[in-house]
């Protein structure tokens, strides 16, 4: 069983950055990858980043690629998410996510425990 909390989310102005962390608890938490995702009031949730157990794979949305950055500190059982140059359509509540398997997949199913998401608000 593995644990997340989310946290660093806020109020930030467009072109400004934000860097959200997901602690979590157990000890699979390095054993697999590990991903952002993003819903906003009336939508469905929609993948942003995903990164491989190891680090060393990473995937993006289109939407934030050159502007969001994913990463994780296996020592510290926490991952991170690097956003720059946010704009109002990123505001959204931002969940992190452990996969099922060891390599990053944009696919919602494929993720076996979520955290309960921290808010990003960009005001323009």
């Known amino acids: 069983q593995v644990q997340l909390v989310e946290s660093g989310g806020g109020l930030m102005q467009a072109g400004g950055s934000l860097r959200l962390s997901c602690a979590a608890s157990?000890?699979?938490?390095?054993?697999?990858?590990m991903g952002w995702f993003r819903q906003c009031p009336g939508k469905e949730r929609e993948f942003v980043a995903a990164?491989?157990?190891?680090?060393?794979?990473?995937y993006y949305a289109d939407s934030v690629k050159g502007r969001f950055t994913i990463s994780r500190d296996n020592a510290k059982n926490t991952g991170y998410l690097q956003m720059n140059s946010l704009k109002p359509e990123d505001a959204a509540v931002y969940y992190c996510?452990?996969?099922?398997?060891?390599?990053?997949?944009?696919?919602?199913?494929?993720?076996?425990?979520w955290g309960q998401g921290t808010q990003v608000t960009v005001s323009s």
């Open positions: 157990g000890p699979t938490f390095s054993s697999y990858a």
């Open positions: 990164i491989s157990w190891r680090g060393t794979n990473t």
């Open positions: 996510a452990v996969s099922r398997g060891t390599l990053p997949t944009p696919r919602s199913t494929e993720y076996r425990y």
